[in-house]
């Protein structure tokens, strides 16, 4: 499974933005009533299962909010054998 | 595991925690894909100098690139350059600035470190008006729109900087939007490593000034216009010009080896201290 990380402090919200949203082939993020320390409302993940790791919403996150890393490291039976 | 901080943090100043630009603005997401170049090539931030001219766009290389960055006066970023370059060959100088500083004011310096074919790259962040001083008509504003200084609707014909720096004889032209991220790091790749004038004319939203006098709304409308009436350049020569009314023509327009001034000039100096 790929690994969604959001800096909230980073993020300029989704209400202005919310490009990550728009950019998700899977519709992983959603949006989140909690601000951050500047009053932006950044998104939270939904179900981090979907995620695909095409790293869509971290390369045209304007703010460098978000990381995806690819769980491509590790060949595919191996990462059955972890999840159980 | 989780990572702790941004991969590029490495390439930006320790006290910038925040980039300058609006809610939604595209210049994130070009900052984005130059940096993502620059890790791409495995360059180092050292071998480059940015320079950036007045407007929201300038701000993408200064204050938040670790770099040796340059912010001049108004327009004039591509002449800095250009000193810069023949004085020190050896750097890959990185231009970052808007359609108002680039193409507007500084028109004319464009026009001939294109014609001197200066090895250069430059990133044009086209958000078809002056967002920064408020929303005013500029030369890149579509035909017809209401702004704040065209009230009625503005009667010039908008300006198309990517045909004009091909006709001016750059090396590389390319012109990207802000829907296109991968193909825009893919571009401004080639740019670097092109031995040449290298134009990449990255189509930016700017929601706060662009979206309110076009009424397309939030970022994220700006990005489905962007997705829904961009053309690629093979579509597009089929095209005759009233299908393409509307239309973004995105691709690579030149990508061309001609003599180059820098390298040129070398050899020049060479040839007469020989002598």
Known sequence: MSKITIFRQACKGVEDCGICIFVCPKQVLIGSDEMNEVGYLPPQVKDESLCTGCQNCMISCPDFSIVVEKDASKPAAERGEEDG | ?275
């Open chain 2, 1 to 275: 595991m989780s990572v702790s901080a941004h991969p590029f943090r490495r390439y930006m100043r320790n006290h910038v925690t925040r980039t300058t630009t609006c809610p939604g603005c595209g210049n994130g997401i070009i900052t984005q894909a130059i940096l993502r170049a620059i890790d791409e090539l495995g360059l180092d931030m050292d071998d480059f100098i940015f320079v950036s001219g007045i407007g929201c766009s300038a701000w993408i290389p200064s204050p938040l690139f670790a770099a040796d960055t340059l912010h001049t006066t108004h327009g004039r970023p591509i002449a800095f350059a250009t000193g810069i370059k023949l004085c020190l060959p050896e750097k890959n100088i990185l231009v970052a600035s808007g359609d108002g500083d680039l193409a507007a004011i500084g028109g004319n310096h464009l026009i001939h470190a294109a014609r001197r074919n200066i090895d250069m790259t430059v990133v044009l962040v086209n958000n078809g008006i002056y967002g920064m001083t408020g929303g005013q008509t500029a030369p890149t504003t579509p035909r017809g729109l209401t702004t704040i200084t065209s009230p009625h609707g503005t009667l010039e014909h908008t300006f198309d900087i990517c045909a004009m720096v091909a006709a001016a004889g750059a090396s590389y032209v390319t012109r990207w939007t802000t829907y296109h991220p991968r193909q825009m790091t893919r571009s401004i790749k080639k740019a670097i490593v092109k031995k040449g004038f290298a134009l990449v004319e990255a189509i930016s939203q700017c929601p706060v000034q662009f979206g309110r006098a076009a009424k397309l709304g939030k970022a994220v409308d700006m990005l489905k216009h962007f997705k829904e009436n961009s053309i690629r350049i093979d579509k597009a020569r089929n095209l005759d010009e009233e299908a393409l009314k509307g239309k973004i023509v995105v691709g690579e327009f030149v990508d061309i080896e001609k003599a180059e001034l820098a390298s040129e000039w070398a050899r020049l100096k060479q040839e007469v201290m020989e002598v």
